[in-house]
């Protein structure tokens, strides 16, 4: 998209923004003024912009370039050999993606290798809860995030949502990636590749008649701020959540898991002044930008249905009403009944009881006879499920969309 036009369709949001706040706006359109300060990001400083009109100006004019000049099959198959943080990028890929991609994929001066490796001994210790909070908590949340569920459900990939989820466990799996972000690690081309499908979606969506009837006035998907709401339901959300179940973690894990994906914000494109700098810094950006905007809607609603089917075809021994149990357990019963998760009167209480015990057990804190004879049930579904989520996501390729879901 050329400056003129991205210009004409800011200036386009400025009016509809204008008239959110004269109240004529739907329900999802009225977000909190951005007042977090960039005084609390990795950067330090910044110019403060509103990052709800802000989206990727390195990226996305190279991706736009790609779709219009028709080289998208192209790149894929040369991208598909592009797997290792440390190979050199596939020769043949057109000029202007390749300056980018070489700028793209260098690493943050900040980026710290003691943090990465603190965040690495983490994920061997705490994978199974961040597992299952990836794939049961922030998968589920995402439904419930009104921008996210319609720009999933209108794009190519709404339309196939078992290799969707598949492609997003992959993140899940490579971030806890012992080698993430060493040279034989993949997460810097993870994160990559998901910046030029994300740039590529910001083409594309405008052009989708359903994605444009039900927006809420956003002219170009995936702003800044959008970026920073789904992120926040990954790291943040997870965290919240460890702390809730009382999960014993030292400080450095804790600063580390942040640093794993406070780098990952940075190589999907997240301007360094947007990402939170401590936990304080995450937590008061989330207040903000997260948890005012889970909604319902009815894209949401089908992808909850689908989504719930396809973690139930895992067959990891989790049966539908256990998946709706622990998850409405997981994400409590505002986002539960936002994204439409059955009441499960049979589970629910179950989990509820026997989840702290086997935290405590399992940290080592009560003795065994303390936890009750059910919990091990849900313990070994769990751990199942884990599991294969994250084997879904190994040997995927991402790959960027030419197109919309069809209509
Ligand atoms: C694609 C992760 C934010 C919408 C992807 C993919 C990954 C990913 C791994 C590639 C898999 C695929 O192609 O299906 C993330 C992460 C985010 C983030 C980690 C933030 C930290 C967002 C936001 C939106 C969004 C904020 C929308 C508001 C999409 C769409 C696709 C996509 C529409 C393409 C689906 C397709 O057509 O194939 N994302 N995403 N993402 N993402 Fe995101």
Do not use: C
Request: no cysteine; aromatic share 8%; net charge negative.
């Amino acid at each position: 998209m050329d400056g003129l036009s991205r210009r004409r369709m800011l200036m386009a949001g400025g009016a509809l923004g204008a008239l959110g706040a004269l109240g004529a706006a739907s329900p999802a359109q009225a977000r909190p003024a951005w007042t977090w300060a960039p005084s609390g990001s990795v950067a330090g400083k910044g110019a403060g912009l509103d990052p709800e009109w802000v989206w990727d100006d390195e990226a996305d004019p190279v991706l736009a370039a790609v779709i219009e000049r028709g080289e998208v099959a192209e790149v894929n198959k040369l991208l598909r050999q592009w797997t290792r943080n440390d190979q050199s990028l596939p020769a043949g890929l057109p000029p202007d993606l390749r300056d980018f991609m070489e700028q793209a994929r260098q690493m943050p001066a900040w980026a710290n290798k003691s943090k990465l490796a603190a965040a690495a001994r983490f994920t061997t210790k705490k994978g199974i809860y961040t597992g299952a909070l990836y794939g049961l908590g922030s998968g589920m949340m995402s439904t419930a995030i009104p921008r996210e569920a319609r720009a999933v459900y209108y794009s190519k990939g709404g339309a196939d949502m078992k290799d969707r989820i598949a492609k997003t466990a992959q993140l899940g799996y490579d971030v806890g990636d012992l080698d993430a972000y060493q040279p034989r690690g993949g997460m810097i081309v993870t994160a990559v590749k998901t910046r030029l499908v994300h740039a590529a979606v910001r083409h594309l969506l405008p052009q989708s008649p359903g994605w444009t009837r039900s927006g809420d006035g956003q002219t170009i998907p995936i702003s800044q701020a959008d970026m920073m709401v789904t992120w926040h339901s990954l790291p943040t959300f997870v965290m919240r959540k460890l702390i809730d179940w009382r999960v014993p973690i030292t400080s450095t894990e804790s600063e580390g898991f942040l640093h794993v994906w406070q780098v990952t914000a940075h190589l999907m494109g997240i301007r360094d002044e947007y990402i939170p700098a401590t936990w304080d810094d995450a937590n008061a950006q989330a207040k903000q930008a997260l948890d005012p905007v889970l909604a319902s809607t009815p894209e949401g609603e089908e992808l909850t249905d689908v989504l719930l089917d396809i973690v139930a075809e895992l067959d990891a021994g989790l049966t539908r009403p256990l998946i709706n149990a622990f998850a409405r357990y997981t994400l409590g019963d505002r986002t539960g009944d936002l994204v439409g998760l059955d009441k499960e009167p049979f589970w629910q209480p179950l989990i509820s009881a026997a989840w702290p015990l086997l935290v405590a057990f399992r940290e080592g804190l009560i003795p065994l006879p303390l936890v009750p004879a059910g919990a091990w049930a849900v313990e070994e579904a769990l751990r199942k499920f884990v599991l294969l989520f994250l084997s879904e996501g190994r040997g995927i390729h991402l790959e960027i969309p030419d197109a919309n879901r069809p209509a």
